[in-house]
């Protein structure tokens, strides 16, 4: 299956009481992260946190249906096309390997 960019959303309530278990989710799911942000918003005691990731489909939906079953937490992704590799390191070495 192939791998997609996109980014999660990711808004915790109740930060003091839901953060570590969205941060140890996060950490066991962390190859699949390029990028995180995180902002904790005290004025409403929540936290907003979003996320950058290179992986399948299906690894996609696993993380945030983990994250989404947590209390208190709302979770939305979006992901690109569906479409091969067109640049960089990787696009440059499938086509060595291909003998272009």
């Not at 999660?8 to 989710?25: D, K, M, P, S």
Request: proline content about 2%.
């Amino acid at each position: 299956m192939n791998k997609r960019l996109g980014f999660i959303g990711i808004i915790i309530e109740e930060r003091t009481e839901h953060a570590a278990q969205v941060n140890n989710l996060l950490t066991r799911y962390g190859d699949l992260i390029i990028a995180r942000t995180g902002v904790p918003y005290s004025k409403r005691g929540c936290a907003v946190i979003t996320l950058v990731v290179d992986a399948t489909t299906d690894q996609i939906g696993e993380l945030t249906g983990k994250l989404g079953s947590i209390q208190d937490v709302s979770v939305k992704s979006m992901l690109s096309r569906e479409k091969p590799l067109t640049g960089g390191k990787d696009a440059a070495s499938e086509n060595k390997n291909r003998g272009s």
